[in-house]
């Protein structure tokens, strides 16, 4: 599950969509931001990653991995270019995994006390 994150991570820094959708099963869920709509199946989520990543996303970790049973939570930073403004978003993500390693859902837990526009 750690090897997963870390492949995630790599991913969205390398604006890398077919390695971000290869990482989730067919029928996984993305919540982004929880409450959120959710995005159901592998070509919803793409689409949701591909409006992302025109973001320009520099992402980096923020401490370890936490790992237990079938899931994963990570908290990381989150520095993009949105709505003509430099940001920085720390969420935190938990991934609960399938049997066979691959995310079966997402759930992204941040809200407006953890955004912050930056000077760039």
């Known amino acids: 599950m750690e090897a997963v ?8 820094n390398a604006a890398d969509l077919d390695a971000i959708a290869a990482l989730y099963a067919a029928d996984a869920t993305v919540e982004d931001p929880v409450g959120s709509p959710v995005h159901r199946g592998r070509d919803a989520i793409r689409a949701f990653y591909a409006a992302s ?3 320009r996303l520099d992402v ?3 401490g370890p991995v936490r790992a237990a049973a079938n899931e994963a939570a990570f908290a990381f930073c989150v520095r993009l270019h949105w709505q003509g403004q430099d ?3 720390r969420p935190i993500d938990v991934f609960r995994f399938n ?7 997402m759930r992204a837990i941040f809200g407006p006390a953890n955004m912050e526009k930056t000077s760039g």
């Open 53 to 55: 990543l025109a973001c």
């Open 99 to 105: 049997e066979a390693g691959e995310i079966a859902s």
């Open 5 to 12: 994150v870390h492949r995630y991570i790599a991913a969205l």
């Open 60 to 62: 980096t970790l923020e």
């Open 87 to 89: 940001m920085e978003i």
